[in-house]
């Protein structure tokens, strides 16, 4: 019988390391990782992002992490960050969740978060929109994994990200005998 995929959400606010930490995760655990979809979407946008934007992206990241798990390795799947950010995102922009988006927090489930805090400096993109914000975000993103009854753990340091990162994740696969 197969083991079971084990997947791993790296989440936090803008220009946390995300998608650097990520991509070196699946490099350290040889198997693949899931990009943000939302990145690639909204590199598209010519006008201000809406519903129906956010129910693209929340369809578009489910379908790519979908066909990522086909292709995992070692049992493991990272993702840069989960459909939980157009839940983030849609409250704060546009005051609401896709319903879909909500049913959809009680299916998909991943077995471990890696919060990313808010403590590198902020590294300029044009897809990047709210620079002083990171402690509010944090506050939500907090609030959001801990509703979901998530097992996460915050991590942090400049020079040690990734190796804290590591630790919390060969602690976690160790203590569930992973």
């Not at 995760?25 to 939302?38: C, N, Q, R, S």
Request: glycine share 6%; aromatic share 12%; with cysteine.
């Amino acid at each position: 019988m197969d083991k079971k995929l084990i997947k791993i959400a790296i989440v936090g606010p803008e220009s946390t390391g995300k998608s650097t930490i990520t991509s070196a995760l699946a490099k350290h655990y040889k198997t693949v990782w899931v990009p943000e979809y939302a990145r690639y979407y909204c590199e598209g946008l010519t006008g201000e992002c809406t519903m129906q934007d956010e129910l693209n992206m929340f369809y578009g990241q489910l379908a790519l992490e979908k066909s990522m798990e086909t292709v995992a390795q070692n049992n493991l799947l990272f993702c840069d960050t989960t459909f939980l950010t157009v839940k983030i995102w849609s409250d704060y922009q546009l005051g609401e969740t896709p319903k879909p988006v909500l049913d959809a927090l009680k299916v998909y489930t991943y077995d471990f978060y890696i919060l990313l805090k808010n403590d590198i400096p902020w590294e300029e993109d044009p897809l990047r929109d709210f620079k002083d914000m990171g402690g509010y975000f944090m506050t939500v993103w907090r609030k959001e994994l801990t509703a979901l009854n998530a097992h996460y753990v915050e991590v942090g340091g400049a020079n040690d990200r990734l190796e804290n990162v590591i630790s919390c994740i060969d602690l976690f696969l160790s203590s569930n005998n992973l």
